[in-house]
């Protein structure tokens, strides 16, 4: 019989992002969002939780998704996809800065995990090697 882990508890987060997602468009196309965009989805959907949107807000903005585009876009939307300001150069340096440190920790990890693999191994011969006399 196999047995199937239950699923992690859903993060009340997920939820609100959820939520975001559904209301408007620019969630679910990860476009650049207007500066202070918060103050507008509070006054669209008060019954929001303050703190949930300001981490779900941070958790949207730091995705490698929405840093993938914003390292490439030269304006940000409002709710309802109209312009409503723009990306700098210094945020577009700051998002592509911020992914290039994201990939190169995560490399390094996964050099470290095969190292690390590699030596069990070895370690696993020379004990069958040793085990075998």
């Known amino acids: 019989m196999i047995e199937v882990a239950p699923s992690p508890p859903r993060r009340r987060n997920d939820s609100v992002l959820e939520t975001l997602t559904a209301a408007f468009k620019m969630f679910r196309d990860c476009q650049p969002l207007a500066i202070g965009i918060h103050k507008a989805i509070k006054e669209r959907l008060p019954d929001l939780d303050a703190q949930q949107l300001k981490a779900t ?4 903005t730091a995705s490698t998704r929405y840093l993938k585009v914003l ?3 030269d304006i940000r939307f409002d709710l309802d996809g109209a312009p ?3 990306v700098t150069a210094e945020q577009r340096q700051q998002a592509l800065d911020t992914l290039r440190d ?7 990890q996964h050099k470290a995990e095969q190292l690390a693999k590699q030596q069990r191994e070895k370690l696993q011969q020379l004990a069958a090697k040793f085990n075998a006399r």
């Open 57 to 60: 807000m941070r958790m949207h």
């Open 102 to 108: 994201r990939f190169r920790k995560k490399a390094e």
């Open 71 to 73: 390292s490439q876009a």
């Open 84 to 86: 409503a300001g723009e």
